[in-house]
């Protein structure tokens, strides 16, 4: 039930785009960012334990260069 309310979904945002998309382009931006909000949770869920690790690198730099940073 869910994949066929997302492919109907996409169907009418392709069609809308390809029919006017001055019109349309409001419609296509709202998409683009629930794609890429449902795709930033699952990352977040699937790498959630190895983001401080990541950050910690630019932590370290930005600790060292701060004296010259807020000048």
């Excluded at 382009?25 to 930033?40: E, G, K, N, Q």
Aim: hydrophobic content about 60%; overall charge positive.
């Amino acid at each position: 039930m869910y994949s066929c309310f997302c492919t109907a979904y996409l169907a009418v945002v392709i069609a809308a785009c390809s029919l006017n998309f001055q019109r349309a382009l409001p419609l296509f931006i709202i998409t683009i960012l629930a794609i890429l909000f449902i795709c930033w949770n699952f990352l977040i869920a699937k790498y959630e334990h190895r983001i401080p690790a990541f950050f910690s690198l630019g932590e370290r730099y930005l600790e060292n260069q701060w004296f010259w940073l807020k000048w």
